[in-house]
């Protein structure tokens, strides 16, 4: 399974970008579908997180500013950024829980994309 991610770059403060990530590969099923960021110097953390179902969880750092979303028949999960900070600017990594086959389940990460937010 290969998590292919896309969409970073570089903005001012307060505007906006939309980062992609796409699975492909041997995919029964994908649970849970997460964006993680790590900025320099950093441990790297949560940023979102969308179940199959649609419920999501955000880090406190960006409630109400970041929106994660998915389509679970083309495998992809979307993270839209407004109101982008400094504070924001890190690698971006999605990661997925896939069931590779029924009732087996394995992690992955995406490659990373680089959020510059200037200010």
């Known amino acids: 399974v290969q998590l292919q991610a896309s969409g970073g770059g570089l903005v001012e403060a307060g505007g906006s970008l939309r980062l992609s990530c796409s699975a492909s590969?041997?995919?029964?099923?994908?649970?849970?579908m997460s964006w993680y960021r790590q900025a320099p110097g950093k441990e790297r953390e949560l940023v979102a997180r969308i179940t199959s179902g649609g419920f999501t969880k955000y880090g406190d750092s960006v409630k109400g500013r970041f929106a994660i979303s998915r389509d679970n028949a083309k495998h992809t999960v979307n993270l839209r950024m407004n109101s982008l900070e400094p504070e924001d600017t890190g690698v971006y990594y999605c990661?997925?829980?896939?069931?590779?086959?029924?009732?087996?389940?394995?992690?992955?990460w995406g490659q990373g994309t680089q959020v510059t937010v200037s200010s």
């Open positions: 990661h997925a829980e896939v069931e590779v086959t029924l009732n087996s389940l394995a992690w992955f």
């Open positions: 590969g041997s995919i029964f099923s994908i649970n849970d």
